[in-house]
């Protein structure tokens, strides 16, 4: 719409549809929310449940519904199955329909032969690669516009919907397209696992993973991004995507090896502070454990699969007392943590009398806060896991916390580091 289009959201969730007529945004992205008043505003965005909706569906039609992962790793895809039927029932002609949704290759091929078969719709997979927090920023400046189609005729339509936006544009076959978006992010995924592995031998030989990071990435083969060790990753997206690629594999006669090993090693990183608490302790039970940050990364209100919800499950499975805060996930990580969490109102009321203190997202909001109050108001022995490696570990040891980061054994603060680059 802040582009120009004429722009009809549709939903099946009457809750949701008035929310956004409201000019209410449910969750937090950063800039969406001026973008959707602006739009409203100047009536060149409306919302429609899907029983309401009576007019002509458009020139493009974009599919953005769920497509949520089982247990066993294969993708739920009925929720993308139902639009296209009801897309159809509308009989909107040549519209083209853009799948925006996230479906394994091969989907988009069989929907075209199976469901659409009888109609003259075209299709065409726009495979989506904004990052939450980020997301408005990403669209308009992405770095990549992929098109999967299966012929030539809908391709005008789909230039006029990036008019204006400047990216390179990869047309292509529609599965092409469709791997190009699980082989993204299961690639990024394994970048995590593999500087986590490293970041492991650093504990074990004394390195200093924030060096070894930042020495790799000077070859622009490797570059610096996904190189942050931690507590892994999380979020709608890898941990689901990674799954359903392995499990597309399998069902293809393929043993994806290296995949499976990504999802362990991230399993693994999730439980590092768990460990370390356990060797630190002996044993948790009422133990008082801080957690600071549960979203599954800065700048979103969202927490599926956050690393922080084992964690807070596991502590509190093995009688710790925990207290957590978020600066903006607090009320969806009420209804997902065990009720015996305290939910705090700040970092410094949830360090109180805290013996053990881990940081587990990143937010401007933690990692500025006030070190030195929270050390005052903690207890011996201190102990603080940096899950992140966002704080300077010589300045939390000067305010008198027991400080562990992850592959940080022998790390230096800032300007020792500043020293080895000069040298
Ligand atoms: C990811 C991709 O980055 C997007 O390109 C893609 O469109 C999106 O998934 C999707 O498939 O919809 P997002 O899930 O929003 O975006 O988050 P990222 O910024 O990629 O971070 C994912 C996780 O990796 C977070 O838990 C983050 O803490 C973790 N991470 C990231 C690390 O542990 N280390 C790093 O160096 C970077």
Redesign the pocket.
């Known amino acids: 719409a802040a582009t120009g289009h004429d722009v009809l959201g549709i939903d099946v969730d009457a809750g949701k549809v008035e929310a956004y007529r409201r000019d209410i945004i449910p969750g937090y992205e950063p800039g969406l929310s001026d973008l959707v008043h602006e739009a409203l505003t100047r009536g060149k965005l409306r919302f429609m449940h899907t029983d309401e909706v009576a007019e002509s569906l458009g020139e493009v039609v974009l599919v953005t519904t769920g497509t949520p992962v089982t247990d066993a790793g294969t993708v739920d895809l009925s929720q993308v199955e139902s639009a296209l039927f009801w897309i159809k029932g509308k009989q909107p002609g040549e519209s083209v329909i853009t799948m925006k949704s996230?479906v394994p290759p091969g989907t988009g091929v069989r929907l075209v032969e199976t469901v659409l078969r009888d109609t003259s719709l075209k299709y065409v997979s726009n495979p989506?690669?904004?990052?939450?927090?980020?997301?408005v920023q990403?669209w308009f400046h992405p770095d990549r516009i992929v098109i999967g189609r299966a012929d030539d005729q809908a391709m005008n339509v789909i230039e006029a919907l990036y008019d204006g936006i400047e990216a390179p544009k990869m047309i292509t076959d529609i599965t092409s397209a469709e791997m190009i978006?699980y082989a993204?992010?299961a690639f990024?995924?394994t970048?995590?696992s593999f500087?986590?592995e490293i970041a492991a031998l650093c504990d074990r030989l004394g390195a200093t993973i924030d060096d070894v990071s930042r020495g790799i990435a000077l070859d622009p083969r490797i570059s610096s991004?996904?190189?942050?060790?931690?507590?892994?990753?999380?979020?709608?997206?890898?941990p689901k995507?990674v799954r359903a690629l392995d499990q597309l594999a399998s069902t293809n006669n393929h043993d994806f090896e290296l995949l499976r090993s990504v999802i362990t090693v991230n399993n693994r990183q999730r439980l590092l502070p768990l460990y370390a608490l356990r060797e630190r302790f002996g044993t948790l039970s009422g133990v008082r454990v801080s957690v600071l940050g549960v979203a599954?990364?800065p700048n979103?209100d969202d927490v599926r699969e956050?690393?922080s919800l084992d964690l807070i499950r596991a502590l509190v499975s093995e009688g710790a007392q925990v207290s957590a805060f978020d600066p903006k996930a607090m009320p969806a990580a009420r209804s997902v943590v065990p009720t015996s969490v305290h939910l705090a109102s700040d970092p410094l009321e949830c360090a109180d009398s805290a013996q053990a203190i881990v940081l587990v997202?990143e937010w401007p909001e933690i990692v500025n806060a006030d070190w030195e109050e929270i050390a005052g108001r903690s207890r011996p022995p201190r102990f603080l896991f940096d899950g992140?490696n966002a704080l300077d570990p010589r300045r939390m040891r000067a305010y008198g916390f027991d400080y562990q980061g992850v592959g940080r054994a022998k790390v230096r603060s800032a300007g020792d580091r500043l020293q080895v680059g000069i040298q």
Do not use: H, V
């Open positions: 996230t989506e690669f904004l990052r939450e927090g980020q997301a990403d978006k993204s992010n990024l995924a970048k995590i500087i986590n991004s996904f190189l942050g060790a931690g507590m892994g990753y999380g979020g709608s997206c890898f995507d599954f990364k979103t956050a690393p997202t992140r």
